[in-house]
């Protein structure tokens, strides 16, 4: 299944260019590998859905982004709407469905725009919200 997600990567304040984004894309789903994805791009079928782009600073995340999504990696941490149990089914005979249960609560995007903004001064970063395309 291909399943539209977001990712947020931190990065050194300043010009920053598509290459280096990708990078600390990668960097973080390394982290993920084989437990939540086999394969990942950055867009794939959901190219240019953060406001025309793939990449958008966090100050332009909307919680239509976020609810358009089925997991957020922000922090080292993976956050997903549902999870897939296989091992309790619904229901009895053939094409019985497995329970899919919520997983965990997302964070909105009022709170990550202000808890993520850019920061000046001692410490120089800002965060980017990316859309990327799993499969699992």
């Known amino acids: 299944m291909h399943y539209r997600n977001i990712i947020f990567v931190e990065a050194p304040l300043g010009d920053i260019s598509e290459a280096k984004i990708e990078k600390l894309v ?48 922000l922090g080292g941490s993976w956050f997903a709407r549902e999870i897939y149990r296989p091992w309790r089914p619904i229901g009895n005979g053939p094409g019985k469905m497995f329970e899919r249960k919520p997983k965990t609560e997302m964070p909105c995007a009022r709170w990550l725009r202000k808890e993520y903004k850019t920061q000046t001064g001692r410490y120089n970063y800002q965060f980017f919200a990316v859309a990327i395309d799993i499969h699992n």
């Not at 950055?42 to 089925?70: A, V, Y």
């Open 26 to 73: 990668a960097e973080e789903m390394d982290k993920f590998q084989n437990d939540h994805w086999d394969f990942y791009a950055i867009g794939g079928r959901w190219d240019k859905t953060l406001n025309g782009r793939n990449i958008i600073p966090i100050e332009e995340i909307r919680q239509k982004h976020l609810d358009d999504c089925h997991s957020m990696i």
